[in-house]
């Protein structure tokens, strides 16, 4: 069961409101109070902030403390959630309701603030960052998750009260009572119904910033697709995606991890790669591959990409490769592994420390031999380093992230426009140093988690307007001989994945071959 279902989970439980001994213990005075409510009295919605109870259980507590950390560190909450998860020992149905309730909050922080703008009564950017935080968690558990409506109100106005005072708990309370006032459905049909345009109502409905929908509408177009899927993307990045699991060939057995997954672990096969399973329960450290290093957790689309280069036809020997941006190593770890069964040796570059460390981790499982070097080092001085030097080479180069909105949810609240000039700068000069590094007739795979056009078709068409000695090779054909399956993709010499199409993140991938 996903944490999303587990959280939903909680409300429907014989005698729990939402899942808290304090619901539980609400229950039982409302039931001794429902014949005062018949008569007309007050009922807990509306009671003053001072009659209740100052303050919350700890998973709401936990998940605010992760928006705060987010919003005032630029951290990331899958860095931030789980320790402190550990350190605070929430475990079990309370940590998927933690879970549930930061993740999802910060997926459609948009949409909850299109609905708290239409109940409060002030400009929200005039409202301390803390109190509006608390509100959004409020607005999730009323139209997001299966909290019942008085067990939302209650705790997230006692959470107001612990954290930002009495005063502001009765502005939450009040606003709250206005947000419950109309249901999700309706909510989003006023959204749409009030919103100025196309874009502006999907931007509203589907929690994305309006420039990140009209990107995301020009990639569907630009890759053949229809731009009225853009709702449908939208939707699929504000869904909490399965944990997918990569078994690195020649190191464990796929059926290894599905059939001999341990006990309260339940792992399927995934449904493109054929070195891809989905972690339906469980913790995937649980999983004694994942544990050791043999497998790893991996996008599948990721794992595509990856074996896509792999596949690519080559024309003479192939013996080295290279991963030019390795960090934090998932893709360098595959890379490794098929090489190692060609009797092929991996390089992996990574510019930061840290995660040049990630990689090597990454790499723990993999032969001695098969990995010549983890260099910490500039990709973009490498091609003039070693000219030639390598058969293979991947270009995970940095981008915005717009393929991967779905697992940090918090990304699409911090990009801007601004970012990609910086970005498709690095891209073209990274893609510029791989196409230096692989030696003619070498492969050079593009990769990016981004299906921003900026980021992939232009930054190719730009680079090889300068130069004669390239030339692009069918990458989808390369997909279809590495994975022996018909995976739906565009009529293009290029591969674009789609999460509400393929279910994986929307990586990007070209294909090019070194000709002189």
Known sequence: MSPRDEARGRGSEPGRSGGRGGDERRDARGRQRGAARARGERSRTSQAPSQRRRGTDPARTAAFDVLREVDGSDAYANLVLPPLLRERRIAGRDAAFATELAYGTLRLRGRYDAVLARCVDRPLERLDAPLLDVLRLGAHQLLGMRVPQHAAVSETVGLARDRVGAGPAQMVNAVLRRVAGTDLDGWLERLRAEAPDAVAASAAVGSHPAWIVRALREALAGNGRDPGETDALLEADNAAPRV???ARPGLVAPDELTDGAPEGVRVAPGRWSPTASVLESGDPVAVPAVADGRAGVQDEGSQLVALALAAAPLDGPDARWLDLCAGPGGKAALLAALAAQRGARLVANEVAPHRARLVRQALRAVPDGVVEDVRTGDGRELGGLEPGGFDRVMVDAPCTGLGALRRRPESRWRRTPADLAHLTTLQRELLASALDAVRVGGVVAYVTCSPHLA??????????????????????????????????????????????????????????????
């Open 244 to 246: 997918t699991l990569v």
């Open 455 to 516: 980021e992939t078709r232009l930054v190719v068409d730009d680079v090889l307007r300068r130069r004669d000695d390239v030339e692009r090779l069918d990458a989808p054909a390369a997909l279809g001989a590495a994975t022996g399956r018909d995976v739906p993709l565009a009529d293009r010499t290029d591969v674009q994945l789609w999460p509400h199409v393929h279910g994986t993140d929307a990586m990007h991938l070209t294909l090019l071959r070194r000709t002189r």
